[in-house]
Structure formats: structure tokens, C-alpha cells
């Protein structure tokens, strides 16, 4: 598969526009699907997590780092999937991550 790369050259202001309206966009879907109770494309953050699983953040970190909570990073902020969670859940998922 041939793939070309293509070099633009934009300036720091354009970057950050572009940047900015992206976050925007993914941030206004996240909103719009909390907003209208879409559980497929709902993110929760770490201390959701925590709290529904009953763990610390530690553990949380630990678990991410394991692979065996997958994390999103938005706008600086560590999310996780509603959904993937709770597949996470319904496939054994038990306290410390042991099946």
C-alpha cells in the first residue's frame, strides 16, 4: 500500500485553531451524547471509575498501565469508555484485576 506524505506548513496561530476547534468538536460530542443518556459514547473519568469499581486511584493507574483498563486522553484528561468499562466488568473483572 502506497501511502504519500504531504508536509503543510501552517503557522503556530493556524495550529492552534486547528487544534482548538477539534478538542471542540470531540468535546461537544461527548456533552451532546452524555446529554442525551448514549451510553456507547459515554466517558467517565478516573474517579468514576474508582467509585464504580470500588478501588483507588492507585489501583486505577496500575490497572490502566496493565492494559486492562483502557484509557482515552481528552483535552488533558484521563477518560474511559462507559461501554468498554462495562464489558470490562462483564467478562469477570473483579477487584485488582484478577478474573
Request: proline share 0%; hydrophobic share 35%; aromatic share 6%.
Given at each position: ?40 459514547n459515554q ?37 474511559v469508555v ?18
Open positions: 500500500m502506497d501511502r504519500k506524505n504531504t508536509i503543510l506548513q501552517v503557522t503556530e496561530e493556524e495550529l492552534r485553531n486547528i487544534i482548538a476547534e477539534e478538542v471542540g468538536k470531540a468535546v461537544a460530542s461527548i456533552y451532546t451524547a452524555k446529554q442525551n443518556g448514549d451510553e456507547s466517558y467517565l473519568t478516573r474517579a468514576e471509575v474508582c467509585e464504580k469499581l470500588h478501588i483507588s486511584l492507585g489501583t486505577f493507574h496500575n490497572l490502566a498501565k496493565q492494559g486492562k483498563i483502557k484509557t482515552s486522553k481528552i483535552g488533558g484528561r484521563t477518560l462507559a461501554s468498554d468499562l462495562d464489558s470490562l466488568v462483564a467478562d469477570g473483572f473483579q477487584k485488582y484485576g484478577r478474573a
